[in-house]
């Protein structure tokens, strides 16, 4: 017996063993989630059509367009086998509708990716970036992000895209609110810790999204500031201005990235394989994929590079763009091209397999529908809002303070002004699926921070216009109280895309109001909640404090209201320069020497900025002492240190930021006055003393880069600057 249940075992084994291989058999490699991706790819590959891979290169959109400034149809059918959708819904049934005819009515059953621009939050909406810039905690960005991505892809997006990394110095274009200012290192630590925030470290957590680095390359040098527009930018400026943030964000893994839409020197960058091939992907090293802005490869016949949409698909796509957003050029075509011999299969299976691979390691193919929660586990969760607070907190710049701030006990509290009482526009442009309804307002942030019978509010104006009625009424509340917090500032739709303006100064209507209250004699402190850098030299002098609160999101009454009573030591810090005029623009930091650096000023207008670049002011008082550096023999190949001691003099616990500048001051390539290579973010306690170092990699941290893209490093001289302090030494 025990013979013939050994035999009846090894029967049972074999069977089980076949059946196992014919089962494998019937389930392709594709669908099997524990193989190699690359194996999935290739197998799927090898299984789809000519048309079912083109289906995969285009991106339609599904749901209403909501973007104040591209308002579209609401679109609900799109063919199942599509590749990806910008998805401006956050209904998780409509996302599995769609994602259910993919799955189960085509052919090989391939996933839809669900894209959107979740910019600075899905619904629990958070500074815009500009603001984020200013916070210099790259650490809580992340933060933010990874919260962002937890709320979109519970609601059905997979992909975001963000981070907005075009280094910026022109205030009047209205995207200048989306990018993390006009230094390439900020926007570049800022855009890797964006990526690191919506990524993480494994997309096929249902928590993650992928990123998309936008807008390659080179757009905010748009014309006068206006969008859309040709740009002219020197290999030198591309190479040490505008391709670094991009070059960190791959290296840190990026996903995709989106081309832009301006011309680049005669070539556009939906069109440029310089850009999109040679150096993103042949030099970088990129894998992942291309998608081009919304109706870029259709665009490149109204800017002269392509007779017609089939022209537009050949040359975006020979160029490097893998995916067509919107207008379906590549759908239209490819059939055409490829009989012409104009592209190979090849070239197409190459680049539906960068898209095939993102949508295996998103987990789309395993877990493609969305599971519907409720909204108190998926959105604007207690945690969120206070970390969206913090943020705002961290942001938000005291530009001016005659020592007016802290209010501390201030009695009456005038509240005027359009910004005052707003929910809408204080949640910014891009504000995603932000709800005002969700959103606190300056007038709340101060009644929860003062209370309410301290607060005498009125409207004072308008945003624009010519309209003074309300005028009377806010002197009056202004002169029965002890203060007056006047809250000006920007629509949000006057940033964002195709939102470009000619002056950075506010409606004259909203300047008018200001002289009005400061005729009272009250002292006055001015708000502001914009999404540009804004011409302050006539409201300023008229305010004794000065706060740039930005477009905060959801969570900015609070904020504001903490820095006035002194709640919140204020840390922020400026990552891009507040002009003194708009004449001024391009105004930044980091140019390049003059010829003559103390002539060819203006005749009749200060030459420097109102605000420059880092400023912000604190109630701490920091002092800056004994800057040095660990070696006196400084060469290359070798790293060395440099310190310096940062006191709190003050009696008030605070946070400083230490920003380090490098500065070559003869070099083969003239270099800007000085560069940001470095900074750090420290809580100081009052009377307490911390060290702020810069680990030095000459090779990374001093080294330039010459209009071919190389590293130069030239031995020399070299400065290190913080604050008012410079060490100098010579690099062997
Ligand atoms: C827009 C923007 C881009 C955005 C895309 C999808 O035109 O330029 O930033 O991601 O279209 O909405």
């Given at each position: 017996?025990?013979y013939?249940?050994?035999k ?27 193989r190699?991706v ?12 000519f ?30 086998g ?18 259910r ?23 629990t ?21 990874s919260?962002?991505?937890r ?21 009047r ?24 925030g ?7 957590n ?6 998309c680095?936008?807008?390659?390359v080179?757009y ?31 290296e840190a ?7 832009a839409?301006n ?5 556009p960058?939906t ?40 022209e ?32 190979t ?12 691979s ?18 108190s586990?998926?959105i ?22 005659d020592?007016i ?23 910014g ?11 606190q307002?300056?007038?709340e942030g ?10 005498n ?17 806010a ?11 006047l ?53 300023a002098?008229?305010a ?19 820095i ?23 105004i ?17 207008i ?10 912000g ?17 400084i ?18 616990d ?6 380090w ?18 900074f750090?973010k ?27 893209g190389?590293?130069?490093?030239e ?10 302090q ?7």
């Amino acid at each position: 017996m025990k013979y013939n249940m050994k035999k009846l075992v090894i029967a049972i084994s074999v069977a089980a063993f076949l059946s196992a291989c014919c089962n494998e058999e019937k389930v392709p490699v594709y669908r099997q989630a524990d193989r190699p991706v690359c194996d999935r790819v290739e197998d799927l590959l090898d299984r789809m059509t000519f048309e079912e891979k083109v289906l995969q290169l285009n991106q339609y959109i599904i749901g209403l367009n909501t973007n104040v400034n591209n308002i579209g149809e609401e679109i609900k059918d799109v063919p199942g086998g599509i590749g990806s959708v910008i998805y401006f819904s956050d209904n998780v049934e409509l996302r599995n509708e769609l994602q259910r005819k993919a799955m189960e009515e085509t052919r090989l059953g391939i996933p839809v990716l669900f894209g959107f621009d979740v910019i600075h939050g899905f619904r629990t909406v958070y500074p815009i970036p500009l603001a984020q810039g200013c916070s210099w905690n790259p650490e809580l960005v992340t933060e933010l992000c990874s919260v962002a991505a937890r709320e979109a892809r519970l609601s059905g997006t997979d992909w975001t895209f963000a981070p907005m990394i075009d280094v910026s110095r022109d205030g009047r274009w209205g995207r200048v609110a989306e990018c993390f200012g006009e230094d390439p290192y900020a926007n570049s630590v800022m855009g890797v810790a964006s990526v690191n925030g919506y990524q993480g470290d494994d997309l096929y957590n249902t928590d993650k999204v992928a990123a998309c680095l936008k807008h390659f390359v080179g757009y905010g040098m748009s014309q006068g500031g206006r969008d859309y527009t040709a740009t002219d930018i020197s290999m030198q400026s591309m190479w040490d201005t505008y391709l670094p943030p991009y070059k960190a964000c791959i290296e840190a893994g990026a996903e995709t990235v989106m081309s832009a839409f301006n011309d680049i020197n005669g070539v556009p960058a939906t069109a440029n394989h310089l850009f999109l091939t040679e150096i993103l992907k042949e030099k970088w090293g990129h894998k992942g994929f291309v998608v081009s802005d919304w109706n870029a490869v259709e665009q490149l016949i109204p800017q002269g590079y392509a007779a017609d949409r089939k022209e537009a698909a050949l040359k975006a796509f020979t160029a490097g763009v893998e995916m067509d957003m919107k207008d379906n050029c590549y759908r239209e075509y490819f059939e055409e091209l490829l009989n012409e011999g104009k592209i190979t299969e090849r070239q197409v299976d190459e680049a539906v397999a960068r898209i095939l691979s993102l949508k295996f390691r998103l987990g789309l193919f395993e877990k493609p529908y969305t599971e519907p929660l409720p909204e108190s586990e998926r959105i604007l969760t207690a945690d969120a809002y206070a970390a969206a607070e913090r943020l705002a907190e961290e942001s938000m710049v005291l530009l001016k303070n005659d020592g007016i701030l802290p209010l501390g006990n201030p009695g009456r509290i005038a509240v005027i002004g359009p910004m005052a009482k707003d929910k809408f526009n204080i949640v910014g442009s891009w504000r995603c699926h932000g709800n005002a309804k969700d959103a606190q307002s300056i007038y709340e942030g101060l009644e929860a921070e003062f209370g309410s019978p301290a607060l005498n509010y009125a409207p004072g104006c308008d945003f624009d216009g010519t309209d003074r009625s309300g005028f009377a009424l806010a002197k009056a509340a202004a002169l029965k109280s002890d203060v007056i917090v006047l809250c000006l500032g920007e629509k949000s739709a006057w940033s964002g895309e195709n939102a470009s303006r000619s002056t950075l100064a506010l409606p004259s209507i909203q300047e008018e109001l200001a002289a009005e209250l400061a005729s009272t004699g009250k002292p006055m402190v001015l708000v502001l909640s914009n999404g540009r850098p804004l011409e302050l030299n006539r409201l300023a002098p008229m305010a004794d404090a000065v706060l740039e609160a930005w477009q905060p999101g959801m969570k900015g009454g609070s904020p504001v209201a903490g820095i006035l009573s002194g709640r919140v030591n204020p840390s922020g810090k400026l990552c891009i320069t507040f002009p003194w005029s708009t004449g001024q623009v391009p105004i930044f930091y980091n140019s390049r020497q003059s010829s003559r650096p103390d002539q060819g000023q203006y005749q009749e207008i200060p030459s420097g900025p109102m605000y420059e670049f880092g400023h912000g002011l604190s109630y701490s008082e920091f002092v800056y002492s004994d800057l040095k550096a660990d070696s006196e023999d400084i060469t290359k190949g070798r790293d060395f240190k440099v310190q310096v001691s940062v006191t709190n003099s003050s009696d008030r616990d605070g946070y400083e930021t230490v920003l380090w500048y490098v500065t070559d001051p003869f070099c083969s390539v003239t270099r800007p006055v000085k560069e940001l290579r470095h900074f750090e973010k420290k809580f100081i306690k009052a009377g307490a003393t911390e060290i702020f170092t810069f680990d030095v990699n000459p090779e990374k941290d001093l080294a330039y880069v010459d209009s071919e893209g190389n590293p130069l490093l030239e031995s020399g001289e070299y400065r290190i600057s913080v604050n008012e302090q410079t060490l100098k030494f010579n690099l062997k």
